[in-house]
T-cell receptor, first 114, second 107 residues
Framework: GAVVSQHPSWVICKSGTSVKIECRSL??????MFWYRQFPKQSLMLMAT?????????EQGVEKDKFLINHASLTLSTLTVTSAHPEDSSFYIC??????????FGPGTRLTVT | DAKTTQPTSMDCAEGRAANLPCNHS???????VYWYRQIHSQGPQYIIH???NNETNEMASLIITEDRKSSTLILPHATLRDTAVYYC????????FGAGTRLTVKP
């Protein structure tokens, strides 16, 4: 199957700082990428859908000014958590969709805000 | 996308078949049934998907009822490494996750 990578795999940052997470499709081009968030013992929640070259579409309740998404190329999408607070601590997972409508997930990034 | 209902948890003995049910009674004609699993602290892993017919791959089999209102994922010989949360998703567009079934494979 296709491979999606995320970087970093874990990050610790101080409250008030910003953190950028990268999502790459390694062996295919992804016109659409997705960002999910998962809190402990909960399921994945879709945050936003990102299409290459256009603005991301955010789910209801997700602040677009806080979670900045950039999908500048067919293999890279980035999620920047701005002015992070402890309640933003979570497991962030991206996925990428192939042109055959298959969706592959990255390994996730664990963010801890202190 | 149609809503799915799965048992919260299931146990299975190592080496036996694990049968994970999923109800999706409001599924529409163009919606596929997807199964993913998530092992602790990892991203979801694709298992199998189908539309109408039963499907089999190297990981599992997917049995979809004739009316498409329910399906069963079968892991033919469960191992301890199959312990995970299994998600049944019915979709046309975005992949949205329900609570899933926590499968525990016991020695």
């Amino acid at each position: 199957g296709a491979v999606v990578s995320q970087h970093p795999s874990w990050v610790i940052c101080k409250s008030g700082t910003s953190v950028k997470i990268e999502c790459r499709s390694l062996d295919f081009q992804a016109t659409t990428m997705f960002w999910y968030r998962q809190f402990p013992k909960q399921s994945l929640m879709l945050m936003a859908t990102s299409n290459e070259g256009s603005k991301a579409t955010y789910e209801q309740g997700v602040e677009k000014d806080k979670f900045l998404i950039n999908h500048a190329s067919l293999t890279l999408s980035t999620l920047t958590v701005t002015s992070a607070h402890p309640e933003d601590s979570s497991f962030y997972i991206c996925s990428a969709k192939t042109r055959w409508d298959e969706q592959y997930f990255g390994p996730g990034t664990r963010l801890t805000v202190t | 996308d149609a809503k799915t209902t799965q048992p919260t948890s299931m146990d299975c003995a190592e080496g036996r078949a694990a049968n994970l049910p999923c109800n999706h009674s409001t599924i529409s004609g163009n919606e596929y049934v997807y199964w993913y699993r998530q092992i602790h602290s990892q991203g979801p892993q694709y298992i199998i998907h189908g539309l109408k017919n039963n499907e089999t791959n190297e990981m599992a089999s997917l049995i979809i009822t004739e009316d498409r209102k329910s399906s069963t994922l079968i892991l033919p010989h469960a191992t301890l490494r199959d312990t995970a949360v299994y998600y049944c998703i019915v979709r046309v567009g975005d992949m949205r996750f329900g609570a899933g079934t926590r499968l525990t494979v016991k020695p």
